[in-house]
């Protein structure tokens, strides 16, 4: 009964995971000022869905409830060039951290971002994996089928 009781709580706390991700970040020009105002989007590569939000007074952003997938940023504001960064992977559940620091130009201008290093989740110390549905029905389980 007690090994029913743990299997019933694993399976609710893996279902209360959310099945989205999230970026956030702060974007700031060349000295470090924040850039306020600033129209931040997240466009989902393989659909061409986009998920737009702005920076605040102190330049901070978040795009919340991403689908997990690969997406292009892009970050602009008056009087600076726009930024673009390709193959950006959020995965479900992620709280990923982008900090954009923009350039002075024009809007016509954009800076591409490619060869950085993968971004890792520095908002929460978990990890997270998911599990298809096969392997799910796989699991095996106690007293069905095994013999002990």
């Not at 694993?10 to 970026?23: E, L, N």
Request: glycine fraction near 12%; hydrophobic fraction near 40%; proline fraction near 5%.
């Amino acid at each position: 009964m007690r090994s029913l009781a743990l299997v019933f709580l694993a399976a609710m706390t893996g279902f209360s995971q959310d099945a989205r991700g999230r970026i956030a970040g702060r974007i700031t020009d060349g000295s470090g000022a924040a850039v306020p105002a600033a129209e931040v989007a997240a466009i989902k590569q393989d659909t061409g869905v986009r998920v737009v939000s702005q920076s605040s007074a102190e330049g901070v952003f978040e795009l919340p409830l991403l689908p997990p997938g690969t997406y292009r940023v892009e970050a602009q504001s008056a009087g600076f060039k726009r930024y673009v960064r390709d193959g950006f992977d959020v995965r479900a559940g992620e709280r990923l951290t982008l900090d954009v620091t923009l350039e002075i130009g024009q809007i016509t201008e954009s800076v591409n971002v490619t060869g950085q290093a993968a971004l890792i989740e520095t908002g929460t110390a978990t990890m997270g994996h998911v599990v298809d549905r096969r392997s799910l029905i796989e699991l095996p389980l106690p007293g069905h089928g095994c013999p002990n």
